[in-house]
């Protein structure tokens, strides 16, 4: 599975929209781009997934680029409670095991 | 609430002592998995389960660790002669396969604390 790269940490005001990117570069054909989030002292939480046309669903959006070198997940009106580590990870269609690889997220602050 | 449950959602122990966690994956899932984290860093995958089959070990479970999922429902992972290294969050998920993998589902995780 390719690898992603995101940035460390970002704040965002309340109220604001939250664009967190991510590269993955490697990535192959049939991979798809997830996102999970995790919340202090809770387990991740599944949010978005895509391969290569842009998705939306209630919680955020999912922007691929056409080479699908890179993505950016949108949380169009961040609150406070959207304050978590974001995860995006690289998988394949139909990966035999199925388990993620997680890597350091990014850290999101909303800000009041 | 039928997501993924886990316990205990803490457990304190001596060096040496053995613990067994349990997790009831969402009830219609077919996969589940076991996942380590370490304070600041992702989650790490340990094992999973399709059915009761286990399919897939990482290298980070070593023979003090053991998981069994016998009737394809709840699964239970057992570390024994814990030590201080065994210190970490364990996070169990579900999904379900048919063929192509659907996003998997965490639990709050199991604490455990080793003195």
């Known amino acids: 599975d390719a690898k992603t790269t995101q940035p460390p940490s970002m704040d965002c005001a309340e109220g604001r929209a939250a664009n967190l990117p991510c590269n993955h570069s490697?990535?192959?054909?049939?991979?798809?781009v997830y996102w999970y989030r995790q919340i202090h002292s809770q387990g991740p939480q599944y949010i978005i997934h895509?391969?290569?046309n842009n998705e939306t669903n209630e919680m955020a959006s999912l922007i691929i680029t056409e080479d699908r070198k890179s993505s950016t997940l949108i949380l169009p009106h961040a609150t406070l409670r959207d304050t978590a580590v974001y995860y995006c990870?690289?998988?394949?269609?139909?990966?035999?095991?199925?388990?993620?690889?997680f890597g350091q997220g990014t850290t999101l602050q909303v800000k009041p | 609430d039928t997501g993924v449950s886990q316990d205990p959602r803490h457990k304190i122990t001596k060096r040496g002592q053995n613990v067994t966690f349990r997790c009831d994956p969402i009830?219609?899932?077919?996969?589940l998995y076991w996942y380590r984290q370490t304070l600041g860093q992702g989650p790490e995958f340990l094992t999973y389960f399709q059915n009761e089959a286990q399919l897939e070990k990482s290298r980070l479970l070593s023979d003090r660790f053991s998981a069994e999922r016998p009737k394809g429902s709840f699964s239970t992972l057992e570390i024994q002669r814990t030590e201080q290294g065994d210190s970490a969050m364990y996070l169990c998920a579900s999904s379900l396969w048919q063929g192509r993998e659907q996003p998997q589902h965490f639990g709050d995780g199991t604490r455990l604390s080793i003195l």
């Open positions: 490697t990535i192959s054909g049939n991979e798809y």
């Open positions: 895509g391969l290569k």
């Open positions: 009830s219609e899932h077919n996969r």
């Open positions: 990870i690289v998988l394949h269609g139909s990966s035999n095991t199925g388990k993620l690889i």
